[in-house]
């Protein structure tokens, strides 16, 4: 039973690029929340998504976008890239009912921008 | 707005020594609370979970933790200290369930 996926693994980007992470979730997932983790900090929430839908967002602006396909695997876009973008992306899958809070992580997309 | 606060961001045990982590929270809802664990360079492991019920949640790899509502705190203990536990660990809480807000984080280094 694979569980959840990411790639790429690694990625050097320049300011003012644009990057696409892409996550495919643990088999019988319905659900995928996407984290951002920088250096020495705890993952903060970027958005989740569910039936192809945004259904919550955290505090991150527009130049982060996503995307839910039909077999539930997601992308995660970042248009505009800052110095501050730089961070572990960690893409989390789980069950949208029954709701119990639990998260199944990927070892994440580690992001450098130069 | 829902929030966790770890109190040290480095802890160091002996190995066979008791394990204490501390979670505070702030939630203006009864809350879900959490504790993973991150070795490096891999992803997040959920240890244990407080949704509703029994207070004292047990865990995997031995680890426990006890809700606490008048303290507002969920902090995560083990018996004896293991090398292995030697990781990141992260409190988190939500109100909905699906959207988790993390505390800062405490590195556990464990000693021979």
């Known amino acids: 039973d694979a569980g959840v996926t990411q790639s790429p693994t690694h990625l050097i980007k320049t300011r003012g690029q644009q990057v696409t992470l892409r996550c495919s979730p643990k088999s019988g997932h319905d659900t995928v929340s996407w984290y951002q983790q920088a250096l020495g900090q705890g993952p903060q929430f970027i958005f989740q998504y569910y039936e192809e839908e945004e259904r919550q967002r955290g505090n991150f602006p527009d130049r982060f976008s996503g995307h839910q396909f039909p077999n539930y695997s997601s992308e995660l876009n970042v248009n505009a890239l800052l110095l501050g973008d730089s961070a572990l992306y960690l893409c989390?899958?789980?069950?949208?009912?029954?709701?119990?809070?639990?998260?199944?992580f990927g070892e994440g997309s580690r992001l450098t921008v130069l | 707005a829902q929030s966790v606060t770890q109190l040290g961001s480095h802890v160091s045990v002996s190995e066979g020594a008791l394990v204490l982590l501390r979670c505070n929270y702030s939630s203006s809802v009864p809350p879900y609370l959490f504790w993973y664990v991150q070795y490096p360079n891999q992803g997040l492991q959920l240890l244990l979970k407080y949704t509703t019920g029994a207070t004292l949640v047990k865990g995997i790899n031995g680890f426990e933790a006890e809700f606490k509502k008048s303290e507002t705190s969920f902090h995560l203990t083990k018996p004896s200290a293991h090398m292995s536990d030697a990781a990141e660990y992260f409190c988190?809480?939500?109100?909905?369930?699906?959207?988790?807000?993390f505390g800062k984080g405490t590195s556990l280094l464990v000693t021979p």
């Open positions: 989390a899958s789980s069950l949208w009912l029954p709701n119990t809070g639990e998260l199944f």
């Open positions: 988190a809480v939500s109100f909905s369930g699906y959207a988790l807000n």
